[in-house]
């Protein structure tokens, strides 16, 4: 039997289930009261183990995964917003929008020392001001979706179409491509 996912708690009134950037800026975003937040096996916090075991469908559960490049010695940062049945076009659409000749995945311990969120659970809430925020269309017309809480050991609920109204966001058709 699989665990039960409940995600009706509001986020702003559970706090230690939240990464410190994501309760901050929940609590300056005016969309934070439609943000709910679940407790969830740290083991499981990735996408696969978690669809399976939350038994939560893979076109509701979102990925941010963390993109840079280099561009006149300058580094250049996106964190791209993709549903689970999707991956980030990163040397297309990414690359682009970054406008450098190469953009690859951050490495794990630099992602998580310029989000301040454990590697697993990052999600778009809260992320560095400067960095662009690339959220795949097809995110925000999935209703609500489950993404990383900025820790391993839960997820929060937020309406897709919400994420597009966070600072810096972009709408991207086409951002996610689908896998297989």
């Not at 969830?40 to 979102?62: C, K, N, Q, R």
């Not at 590697?119 to 979706?145: K, Q, S």
Request: net charge negative.
């Amino acid at each position: 039997m699989s665990p039960a996912l409940d995600v009706r708690r509001p986020a702003l009134a559970h706090a230690p289930l939240l990464a410190d950037p994501v309760a901050a800026a929940l609590q300056a975003w005016v969309h934070a009261d439609g943000v709910g937040v679940a407790a969830i096996d740290p083991d499981l916090a990735d996408t696969a183990a978690f669809v399976e075991a939350y038994g939560v469908a893979s076109d509701a559960s979102a990925n941010c995964v963390v993109v840079g490049g280099r561009r006149d010695g300058v580094e250049r940062i996106a964190a791209c917003v993709v549903l689970a049945t999707t991956r980030a076009d990163v040397n297309g659409i990414v690359r682009r929008a970054l406008d450098v000749r190469k953009a690859s995945f951050l490495p794990m311990d630099r992602a998580v020392e310029l989000t301040g969120m454990e590697y697993g659970g990052i999600t778009p809430i809260g992320l560095p001001a400067d960095w662009l925020l690339l959220v795949d269309e097809a995110v925000t017309l999935a209703g609500r979706v489950i993404v990383g809480s900025g820790l391993r050991r839960s997820k929060i609920e937020v309406p897709g179409a919400d994420l597009a109204r966070l600072p810096r966001a972009t709408v991207v058709p086409g951002l996610g491509r689908p896998v297989g």
